[in-house]
C-alpha cells in the first residue's frame, strides 16, 4: 500500500520523478487583451505516486493539464522554465515529437467519456490506435493486447468489450475503456482530468480504485485533475491546490487538509460536502439554528411574509396539517423502441413518501434510479402510470386546466443546470415575474417591485435586475431560477439537483440559501440529488431510489448512521474523503454482496493490505 | 398534423424552385405581384423546415419546462419563450432567401413572366437590352450588375446576422 506521507525529497529515497514542471505559466489572447490562466506553477510526479490539482472552475487546472499534454488551443500561450519528462525536455519538443510522446509516453484519460469516444468504431479498434500510431504493434498482435488492456482496466468480458461500439457500454465501461486506451503504450506518466466526474459515486470509486491498482502494477506517475477534495484527499500522495491561475498550497493530504495555510484552501475544505460528511457536523440546518443571524433574507415589510412563521407555529401546523405533498404507488412505464424484449420499462415502480409542512425530503439515488422522473410526477409535468399524488390531501393526480394551473401555482421548480433553465433572451427581472404575470398577479409597477424584493430574498444585488443571464455566473443565475420560483410564493420548491452543476462553495452558498429560505417562509422541499453528501447537509428525511424502487426511507441521521439497506451502505461507503484524518485505505471493502457492484457481473477483486 | 405538414414540405422541396414559380405563374397569370407569390412559395419548404427543427430543438430546454412550472399558458409560452428563441435562424434564412428570391424574380421577368413592358424590372431590363449587346452592351451589363451585386449584399447581411447571433 502506498503511504502518502513519504516525503518527496530524492535523498529520503522517493520515487524518481517522471514529470517535472518549473515556472509554467499560460495566457489566452482574447479580444479584450491577455487573460493569465496559469501563472507559475510547479510541481513534479514521481513513478508509482498520485499527485492532485485540486481547484473550483477557472481555477487553470485543466490549462495546466492541456498545457502538459500541448493540447491547448492556438490562442494560448505557454511559457515554462522547464518541464521535463524523464528524458524529455517538454518545453523543447517539436510538434512532431509531441506526437510520438502523446499515447506513448503520457497516457491521457478525458473527463466525459459518453462523448470521448468514436460512437462508429468498435472499442478494440479505437483501443488498438494508439499502438498502431506509435508502431507498438501490427495489426495481428494488437488484438491480443488490446484485450489484455481492457482486462487491465477492469472490464469483464474484454473479448466481448472490443468487438462492441461505445453506445452499447455505460458510463463506467466506457472510463474504463479510455483507461485502456492511455495506459496501453506504457506510458510513465497517466494524466486524469476529472475522469469520474461525470460517473455515479459507486462507479467513481470502482474506477479510481483501478487507476490505483494500475499505477502500482505499473509503476505509473499519475497526475489527478479534480475538483472534489474527498477524492483527492482519498488518493493522492500530494495534493496541490489552484486558485484563480495559481499554486496556493502544496503537501500530502494530512498537511493540506489537516493543516491547511492558505485561506482559501481553509474555504474550499469548509464547503467540501463529502468532506463535512466524514467530519460527522454535516447537517446546514443544525448550523443554521445556531447561527440564525446568517439568515440571507431580510427581516420584515413584505406582504408575502404572511407565511414567514416562527418554529413553534410550525411544528403546531405540521401535526395538524396532512402531508404537503404525499405519493402513494406512483409508477411510469416508458414505452420502449419496438423490437425490444419487454414493451415498456419501469422507470419509477411503486414509488410512496410523504413530506411533512416545512421539511426536506431528498430523493437519493444514481443516474436511472428514476429520481427525475418521480420529481416530474410530482410536478405533474409527466402523467403516472398508475398512482395517486396528494398536495396537501387533495388528490391532484388528473387535474386539469385551472385546477391543473393553481397546482403550478403552488408547487415550483428548480432545475439542475442553471446555464440551460432561464430563457436567454429575457432580462433577470422578465425571468422573476414571468410566474406573476403568468399567474396575473399585481401590476408593472408592483411586479418590479417585487422583482428587487426577490433578489435581494437571494442575495443578489438590485443592479442585477436589468442583466441577462450570459452575464451573470452559475451560482448567480442558479440565485435567479430560486428567486423565480419563489416569485408566487408556493408551498413546495422541487429541486432538481440545484447544486451539482456548482463548484463546492458556490453550492454550500446556495445549500445555506436554501435552508435560510426554508426556516423563514416555512418552504417544504422534495430534494432531488445523486449526492449523499449533500444531502447529508440540507434534508431532514432521505429516500434512496434504486431501480425505481424505495430502497430505504429514513431520517437524514438513520440512513447515514445506520443504514438497513446494502445498497444505502454501498453509496455511503462510496462517498469520497472518508479516509481523511483516520488511517489511509487505498480502499475500503465493500459489502461481498453489495447490490452497487451488479451491474458490473464480475466483482472486482478488492486488494487487502498489502 | 406535424407529419401532414413535413410530408407536403417534402413534396414542395422535390420540385425544382423555378420550375414550381413557372408553374404557378402559369396558373395565376402574368404580373410583378403573381411572379411575388410564385417565387415565394417556392421557398415555404425550406423556411418551414428551419422553424420546425428550431422550435423542436428550443421546446426540449429546461427553461421551456421552466416556464410551463411557472403557470404559463401554452400560446404564452409559445409567444414568449419559444418563439423569440427559434426564430433567429430563421431570419438568418430568410435574409439569405431574400437574395435567391431577386435571382429567381430577375430569371421570371427575363423570360416576360414578369411586370409588363411599360413597367421596368431588371430581370426585362437585361432581356430588352440583349438584342443590343453588340451595339450597346451596358444596356444589359448594368442591370446585371446590379443583380449580382443585390444577390451579394443579401447573402453578406446575412452572414452578418448569423455571426451575431451565434456569438451572443
Redesign the interface.
Known amino acids: 500500500m502506498t503511504v502518502g506521507s513519504h516525503g518527496f525529497n530524492a535523498a529520503d529515497g522517493a520515487p524518481r520523478p517522471v514529470l517535472t514542471v518549473e515556472g509554467l505559466s499560460v495566457s489566452y489572447e482574447t479580444s479584450r487583451g491577455t487573460v493569465d490562466a496559469v501563472q507559475d506553477i510547479s510541481f513534479h510526479v514521481g513513478a508509482g505516486e498520485t499527485v492532485a490539482i485540486v481547484g473550483e472552475s477557472g481555477s487553470g487546472k485543466s490549462t495546466t493539464a492541456h498545457a502538459i499534454v500541448r493540447l491547448l488551443p492556438a490562442s494560448s500561450r505557454v511559457g515554462a522554465d522547464a518541464a521535463v519528462l524523464g528524458d524529455v525536455d517538454l518545453v523543447a519538443a517539436s510538434d512532431a515529437e509531441f506526437t510520438r510522446i502523446r499515447g506513448r509516453r503520457i497516457g491521457l484519460v478525458p473527463q466525459d467519456p459518453t462523448v470521448s469516444l468514436n460512437p462508429v468504431t468498435r472499442i478494440g479498434a479505437q483501443v488498438a490506435e494508439v499502438l498502431l500510431v506509435h508502431g507498438l504493434a501490427d495489426k495481428r498482435t494488437a488484438h491480443a493486447r488490446v484485450v489484455e488492456a481492457l482486462a487491465e482496466a477492469g472490464l469483464p468480458d474484454p473479448e466481448l468489450r472490443a468487438r462492441q461500439y461505445p453506445h452499447e457500454l455505460s458510463g463506467g465501461m466506457r472510463q474504463r475503456v479510455l483507461i485502456a486506451t492511455a495506459l496501453i503504450g506504457r506510458p510513465e506518466l497517466i494524466v486524469a482530468d476529472e475522469p469520474t466526474s461525470a460517473l455515479d459515486v459507486t462507479v467513481q470509486r470502482q474506477i479510481l480504485d483501478q487507476l490505483d491498482r494500475v499505477r502500482r502494477d505499473t509503476g505509473t506517475g499519475i497526475l489527478l485533475i479534480t475538483h472534489d477534495l474527498g477524492v483527492a484527499a482519498d488518493r493522492a500522495d500530494r495534493i496541490l491546490v489552484m486558485h484563480r491561475g495559481r499554486l496556493v498550497e502544496a503537501g500530502t493530504p494530512d498537511e493540506v487538509l489537516g493543516a491547511p495555510r492558505d485561506p482559501y484552501t481553509r474555504r474550499l475544505i469548509a464547503a467540501a460536502p463529502s468532506l463535512s460528511v466524514h467530519r460527522g457536523a454535516a447537517s446546514l440546518l443544525a448550523a443554521e439554528s445556531q447561527e440564525p443571524q446568517q439568515s440571507e433574507a431580510p427581516a420584515s415589510g413584505l406582504a408575502w411574509q404572511a407565511r414567514s412563521r416562527t418554529d413553534e407555529q410550525a411544528e403546531r401546523d405540521a401535526a395538524s396539517r396532512p402531508a404537503v405533498l404525499e405519493a402513494r404507488d406512483l409508477v411510469k412505464e416508458f414505452a420502449l423502441p419496438r423490437g425490444s424484449a419487454a414493451a415498456t420499462q419501469r422507470a419509477v415502480d411503486g414509488v410512496s413518501f410523504a413530506i411533512p409542512h416545512a421539511t426536506t425530503l431528498a430523493l437519493v439515488g444514481e443516474s436511472g434510479s428514476g429520481k427525475t422522473t418521480t420529481a416530474r410526477l410530482a410536478l405533474r409535468l409527466t402523467e403516472p402510470t398508475s398512482g395517486e399524488i396528494l398536495l396537501d390531501g387533495e388528490d391532484v393526480t388528473s387535474v386539469r386546466g385551472r385546477h391543473l394551473r393553481d397546482l403550478r401555482r403552488r408547487v415550483q421548480l428548480v432545475q439542475q443546470n442553471p446555464y440551460a433553465t432561464l430563457n436567454p433572451r429575457l432580462s433577470v427581472e422578465q425571468l422573476v415575474v414571468d410566474p406573476l404575470r403568468a399567474f396575473g398577479v399585481g401590476d408593472r409597477r408592483s411586479r418590479t417591485q417585487r422583482a428587487a424584493e426577490l433578489l435581494d430574498v437571494v442575495a443578489l444585488p438590485v443592479s442585477a435586475l436589468h442583466r441577462r443571464p450570459s452575464e451573470l455566473s452559475g451560482g448567480q443565475r442558479q440565485r435567479v431560477a430560486i428567486a423565480r420560483a419563489l416569485a408566487i410564493s408556493p408551498e413546495l420548491l422541487v429541486l432538481d439537483e440545484p447544486v451539482s452543476a456548482l463548484d463546492v462553495s458556490i453550492q454550500h452558498q446556495i445549500l445555506s440559501l436554501l435552508v435560510g429560505l426554508q426556516r423563514d417562509f416555512g418552504l417544504t422541499y422534495l430534494f432531488i440529488s445523486h449526492d449523499l453528501a449533500v444531502v447529508r447537509q440540507i434534508a431532514h428525511r432521505v429516500a434512496v431510489l434504486r431501480t425505481g424502487r424505495v430502497v430505504e426511507t429514513g431520517t437524514v441521521d438513520e440512513i447515514f448512521d445506520s443504514p438497513r439497506d446494502d445498497y444505502t451502505r454501498a453509496l455511503i461507503d462510496a462517498i469520497p474523503g472518508g479516509g481523511v484524518g483516520t488511517t489511509r485505505t487505498t480502499t475500503t471493502p465493500t459489502t461481498r454482496d453489495s447490490p452497487a457492484d451488479l451491474s458490473h457481473p464480475t466483482v472486482l477483486p478488492h486488494q487487502g493490505a498489502s | 398534423m406535424d407529419d401532414v405538414i413535413m410530408r407536403a414540405a417534402d413534396v414542395l422541396l422535390a420540385i425544382p424552385g423555378l420550375l414550381l414559380s413557372l408553374a404557378i405563374i402559369t396558373a395565376l397569370g402574368f404580373g410583378t405581384v403573381n411572379v411575388a407569390i410564385a417565387v415565394g412559395a417556392a421557398s415555404i419548404a425550406s423556411v418551414a423546415r428551419i422553424m420546425r427543427s428550431e422550435v423542436l430543438r428550443v421546446r426540449s430546454?429546461?427553461?421551456i419546462?421552466?416556464?410551463?412550472?411557472?403557470?404559463?399558458?401554452w400560446v404564452?409560452v409559445l409567444g414568449r419563450?419559444v418563439l423569440?428563441?427559434a426564430i433567429g435562424p430563421v431570419i438568418v434564412l430568410a435574409v439569405l432567401e431574400l437574395g435567391g428570391a431577386i435571382l429567381a424574380v430577375s430569371a421570371l421577368s427575363f423570360l416576360g413572366y414578369g411586370a409588363q413592358p411599360p413597367l421596368a424590372e431588371w430581370g426585362s431590363l437585361v432581356a430588352a437590352g440583349r438584342d443590343y449587346l453588340r451595339y450597346a452592351w451596358w444596356l444589359t451589363t448594368f442591370p446585371g450588375i446590379v443583380i449580382a451585386l443585390t444577390v451579394l449584399a443579401a447573402n453578406r447581411l446575412s452572414r452578418a446576422l448569423d455571426s451575431d447571433r451565434s456569438s451572443?
Open positions: 430546454s429546461p427553461y419546462e421552466a416556464a410551463y412550472t411557472s403557470g404559463n399558458r404564452r419563450h423569440p428563441n451572443r
